[in-house]
Nanobody
Framework: QVQLVESGGGLVQPGGSLSVSCAAS????????MAWFRQAPGKEREFVAA????????YYADFVKGRFTISRDNAKNTVYLQMNSLKPEDTAVYYC??????????????????WGQGTQVTVSS
């Protein structure tokens, strides 16, 4: 069983920056592929970014390329999502997820084994 706990959400003005974190339990964190998804009010949850543990490949949704950065610190069992140039449409609950085995298509939610409870990010003036 892996537990994921997100933190760092909050209110930020348009154009601002925010970093959210996801702390994972487990001794083999470095072998987990990690991802971020988000769900805006009234919308389905969507893929944001992923990092494959086996290949080191990083994936981003088109709408965050150049603005968001996913990274990890294996010593701290933590994955981060740095969000810059935030827009009101980035307002959502942000979830981290992990895949213990090989990472399939990174945007497919059923490929992930564990999910966090989410952290709210609100972009508003």
């Amino acid at each position: 069983q892996v537990q994921l706990v997100e933190s760092g959400g909050g209110l930020v003005q348009p154009g601002g920056s925010l970093s959210v974190s996801c702390a994972a339990s487990g001794r083999t964190f470095s072998s987990y592929s990690m991802a971020w998804f988000r769900q805006a009010p009234g919308k389905e949850r969507e893929f944001v970014a992923a990092l494959s543990s086996r290949t080191g490949t990083i994936y981003y949704a088109d709408f965050v390329k150049g603005r968001f950065t996913i990274s990890r610190d294996n010593a701290k069992n933590t994955v981060y999502l740095q969000m810059n140039s935030l827009k009101p449409e980035d307002t959502a609950v942000y979830y981290c997820a992990t895949a213990r085995g090989a990472l399939g298509p990174p945007n497919q939610q059923d490929g992930y084994d564990y999910w966090g409870q989410g952290t709210q990010v609100t972009v508003s003036s």
